[in-house]
């Protein structure tokens, strides 16, 4: 995952990058100073533009889990960028793997809000059948080309609006992580199954030179991100055109040490953007104006849960967020000694990997892993199941707890203890929130 940070001494001297930070209430006023800090709107899009809009709509949530980019904000750019006179403002998004795009934009309101505040049209980009391939000069990753949609090839903005999120896989998520929403899901998985940093940094620079990003640190996200964190208020927008500046003023005013995310060590080999304090200039609040540290439990990855031995290869991050989030649950609920030794593995393994068979419980997460049910079983391994890619939240958790399989259910059966599953999943709700309380007032 991430941990050894980047190398400050190796350092290049390049122009300063300039974030805008601003504090508030109102998104709509809060963009538009954070624009007005770096210019205006009319100095970052062309009149009778074409520009794409990419939230995050990457998990399926609600319009305040902040799961996904908060929809006043969303609007509250749409609003900025029609000041600009584009001819056209298109929405566009390709959620998580696993996930659907248009239900994701629909449940996380931000579809609706989209259209409230009159952009042009709203595009899934999985399901986008015009693709241009792209080929990427010096990968960082396996990554040799990517297969974008032509509406986004040919636009002639991006603006990026990204909600700051706690990551399990990469730490956080922010500017660049969100640009790995305008690939389809067979880039995705390559994507995953390289080294995602550079991967990531490929992307960034393929499309830097037309990205402007506006990032919600309105409602940012603590705890178990991606997807089953905890919503904070923190009243906060960041505007820059250096993706990698943006991230890096954001961890600073959360209390994320940059020199912990190998993240920006990735960018510092691909020569992309700006990470140290001295390299950028902030406008707006300081940076210690607005801090305000986050919950991040994820700076050590799985090695959190020392107890366990988790296999993970080319798990997506959806995967391997609701695993360390059941550890947690496991802890609420004081399940989690019960368990400890049981090898937990996700995503694609070809091979059964090694130290499993010693005795332990073995889970596997997903549907990713039917292959290697089918595998331990042919050996007469016992193994134990959470399907679904991605499987429901309580799923793995109760694997673990019942050391039984929960298969597909069907609506006869789910009309019958269906209210059972409801009541169960409300009080293991309340004991993770009391838990959760309790770890963040430590
Ligand atoms: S099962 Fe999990 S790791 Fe596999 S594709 Fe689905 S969400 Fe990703």
């Not at 609706?112 to 986008?128: H, L, M, P, T």
């Not at 919503?231 to 500046?245: Q, S, Y």
């Not at 290869?313 to 360390?324: E, F, K, V, Y």
Request: with cysteine.
């Amino acid at each position: 995952m991430l941990r050894k940070g980047p190398k400050q001494s190796a350092v290049r001297r390049v122009p300063k990058s300039v974030v805008s930070v601003v504090k508030g209430e109102n998104p709509e006023e809060l963009v538009e100073l954070a624009l007005g800090l770096l210019g205006g709107i009319r100095g970052i899009i062309k009149p009778r533009s074409t520009v794409v809009i990419k939230p995050n709509a990457g998990h399926m949530g609600g319009p305040d889990s902040s799961v996904n980019t908060t929809p006043a904000v969303v609007a509250a750019v749409i609003k900025a960028v029609q000041s600009g006179y584009p001819n056209k403002i298109i929405l566009a998004e390709s959620s998580a793997m696993g996930c659907d795009t248009t239900e994701c934009l629909e449940v996380s309101g931000i579809k609706q809000a989209a259209i409230d505040a009159g952009v042009d049209d709203v595009r899934d980009i999985k399901s986008e059948k015009d693709l241009v391939r792209v080929a990427i000069q010096k990968p960082s990753s396996a990554i040799k080309h990517v297969d974008l949609p032509r509406f986004l090839i040919e636009a002639d903005h991006l603006i990026n609006v990204p909600i700051f999120k706690t990551h399990v896989s990469m730490v956080f998520s922010c500017a660049l992580k969100n640009l790995k929403g305008v690939v389809q899901d067979h880039v995705h998985y390559v994507m995953h199954t390289t080294n995602l940093a550079g991967a990531m940094m490929d992307l960034g620079e393929l499309l830097q030179e037309k990205t402007f990003t506006i990032a919600d640190l309105y409602r940012p996200m603590e705890g178990f991100g991606p997807h089953s964190g905890t919503p904070v208020r923190f009243d906060c927008i960041l505007a820059g055109k250096d993706l990698v500046a943006v991230d890096a003023t954001a961890c600073r005013i959360v209390g994320l040490p940059v020199d912990k995310v190998d993240f920006f060590d990735a960018a510092l080999k691909k020569g992309l953007g700006n990470f140290n304090e001295e390299d950028i200039e902030v406008r707006g609040n300081s940076t210690q104006e607005v801090f305000q540290q986050l919950y991040m439990p994820y700076l050590d990855g799985f090695g959190a849960f020392p107890e366990y031995r988790f296999y993970v290869r080319n798990a997506c991050s959806t995967c391997q967020g609701l695993t360390a989030f059941t550890m947690s649950k496991l802890k609420s609920l004081g399940e989690y000694e019960k368990h400890a030794g049981s090898h937990i593995i996700l995503g694609r393994h070809k091979e059964i990997p090694e130290g499993i068979g010693d005795g332990k419980p073995i889970f596997l997460m997903g549907d990713c892993t039917k292959g290697m049910k089918k595998k331990l079983q042919k050996r007469g391994v016992e193994c134990f199941h959470a399907s679904g890619c991605p499987p429901g939240e309580p799923a793995l958790a109760w694997v673990i707890m019942d050391r039984k399989e929960l298969g597909e259910m069907s609506q006869k059966e789910f009309s019958t203890i269906g209210h059972l599953i409801r009541e169960r999943m409300e009080r293991e709700e309340i004991a993770f929130k009391n838990w959760l309380g309790k770890q963040q007032r430590n």
